[in-house]
């Protein structure tokens, strides 16, 4: 059964700081790996998507890194801001099967404290 | 296109009432997802749909949870019977897979509050 699990829990950092939240998988027959933004009591929005692939994805100040033989990812944040105050959790979608279903780690709350 | 819309953003009701959400996806995806949200968890599976046929359900989908997609458009979730512990937020997230995966787009969820 596919498992994963995001470190830190949590994250207070001063602005401008460049920092790594983790992501852990326990089944490395992945299809692909989504890191995605939460706000407050919002829904969620996609940031990055990797294919089982490819090794990284970037978007201006977000990297992304699958290691599928490790079962790890790592999304790098750089010269952070408030803005980015979010939870970022990351999703893989199995490789077996056609669901198509994420299989989600429980987030990492980030502060960016001004 | 205006991504994927649900309705209603928020929702309270007694214990025991039935309640019924609304999810209108990107019109050209074929694949419709609901998953749950609790509190500092991450979102679980709960149902899949592919066009209007709904192909998976979790184990976490009670009797008293049915869904639908008529014509492979909009889905509803209805929860028949609220307990408090169905309190959560509901998400409905919809992709269209032709090749590679292209990832989810998630609408803004409705939470759901049952007192």
């Known amino acids: 059964k596919q498992e994963v699990t995001q470190i830190p829990a949590a994250l207070s950092v001063p602005e401008g700081e460049n920092l790594v939240l983790n992501c852990s998988f326990t089944?490395?027959?992945?299809?692909?790996l989504q890191w995605f933004r939460q706000d407050p009591g919002k829904g969620l929005t996609s940031l990055l998507l990797?294919?089982?692939?490819?090794r990284e994805q970037t978007s201006g100040r977000l990297n992304a890194s699958l290691d599928k033989s490790s079962g790890r990812s790592t999304l790098y944040i750089a010269a952070s801001q408030p803005g980015d105050s979010a939870t970022y959790l990351c999703?893989?979608?199995?490789?077996?099967?056609?669901?198509?279903?994420?299989?989600f780690g429980q987030g990492t709350t980030l502060q960016v404290k001004p | 296109d205006t991504g994927v819309s649900q309705d209603p953003r928020h929702k309270i009701t007694k214990r025991g009432q039935n309640v019924t959400f609304r999810c209108d996806p990107i019109s050209e995806h074929n694949r419709l997802y609901w998953y749950r949200q609790t509190l500092g968890q991450g979102p679980e599976f709960l149902t899949y749909?592919?066009?209007?046929?709904?192909?998976?359900k979790s184990r976490l989908l009670s009797d008293r949870f049915s869904a639908e997609r008529p014509k492979g458009s909009f889905s509803t979730l209805e929860i028949q019977r609220t307990e408090q512990g169905d309190s959560a937020m509901y998400l409905c997230?919809?992709?269209?897979?032709?090749?590679?995966?292209?990832?989810?787009?998630f609408g803004s969820g409705t939470r759901l509050t049952v007192v």
């Open positions: 999703a893989v979608r199995h490789g077996s099967g056609n669901t198509g279903k994420l299989i």
């Open positions: 089944d490395s027959a992945i299809y692909n």
């Open positions: 990797i294919q089982s692939s490819q």
């Open positions: 749909f592919q066009n209007e046929a709904q192909l998976e």
């Open positions: 997230a919809s992709s269209f897979d032709s090749g590679p995966g292209r990832g989810y787009t």
